[in-house]
């Protein structure tokens, strides 16, 4: 590790990010003021940027190499935090995935996501002249299963689909031949009622009340609420602060998973639209790292990051303008979460040491 390496980051991305960070928490002060109980989240939320961007920088200067021989130490450090937060994690909202630092809350999925990112992508590279081996996939499959099974029973399906789509799209980055690529997507298709059978019921009322919201109106109030906050939005919003859905108090957890519709009706589409512009400039320049990056340990990393990102970023405002199940997925950087904003500034950070030494140092 080399502090000579900070030169060499890529600044636009960490404003972007540092950007996304601020905007958070002036939008998280207005979501939770006059809010009783909800005082100070904003400050905690720059407490937890500053010490996610101090980690981040400590990321960007180690060498991303060094991960690639601790692939089966940090597999296991992935499996153990996952079965601490089975044995001992805090219950809340009906589910188990905390455990208390003191300081701060960590979500072992969280974790666990960036480290399996390593797991896989090391995985992928000390076999990319095996993808066309169907044992391959297999060991690909063995490898994955155990942490989502233990994620999948917290209950957490939104952090499961997640770490689905990201081992489904680091196989793709990789070069898996196309008839496996049909073949999975077929023989998921396939399986839908097994995987349906098998889901909590909960997770299939979600689905139920998403198709057939009549079925239950007090489960659809808070989707109604935010849609009724986007479309008064209009092209400019209200004013900062001057929200009716949200100052009023008819938007539930606007701090933290409904954050959007408290930006569409304050900034209107045009700030919604920087916003999302915002992440489209952070997708690209991941995707310029994973393309710059000097193997393929280091392409599957920053692409990793970007698909983690983008399955973040869509699932949540999906869900906030109905056009997704609601799931408990927050917005990057934005939404109130301290072990998410820590979490994700650090694979931000990881994504930079990528670019940092995409060349050996002359």
Known sequence: MSLKAWRRLDWLLLIAVVVLVLFGAAMIDSATIQSPGLEGYAHRHLIFGTMGVVLLLFMAAFDYRLFGPLKWPLYAATIVL??????????????????????????????GKGLLLLVLSQHL????????????????????????????????LGTTISIVFLAAGLLFIAGLPWRYIFGMAAAGLLSFPLIWSFLDEYMRRRVIVFLH???DPQAVYNVKQALIA?????????????????????????????????????????????????????????????????DLFGRLIAAGVALILFFQVFVNVGM????????????????????????TLVLIGLAESVYVYRRPWG
């Open 213 to 215: 919201p009549e079925t």
């Open 230 to 294: 986007v479309g008064s939005g209009g092209l400019v919003g209200k004013g900062y602060k001057l929200g009716t859905q949200s100052q009023l108090h008819f938007l539930r957890v606007r701090h933290t998973d409904f954050i959007f519709p408290v930006i569409a009706e304050e900034l209107g589409f045009l700030g919604g639209l920087v916003l999302l512009g915002l992440y489209l400039f952070v997708l690209y320049r991941l995707f310029r790292i994973s393309v710059l990056a000097r």
């Open 320 to 343: 906030n303008v109905g056009l997704l199940p609601v799931t408990g997925i927050p917005l990057p950087f934005v939404s109130y979460g301290g072990s998410h904003l820590v979490t």
């Open 125 to 156: 590279e000390e076999r990319q002249d095996r993808l066309n081996n169907p044992l391959t996939l297999i060991e690909y499959g063995i490898l994955l299963f155990p942490p989502l099974a233990l994620i999948y029973a917290q209950p957490d």
């Open 82 to 111: 996952l079965l601490v937060v089975d044995a001992t994690g805090q219950v809340r909202g009906g589910a188990q995935r905390w455990i208390n630092l003191g300081i701060i809350e960590v979500q072992p999925s969280e974790l």
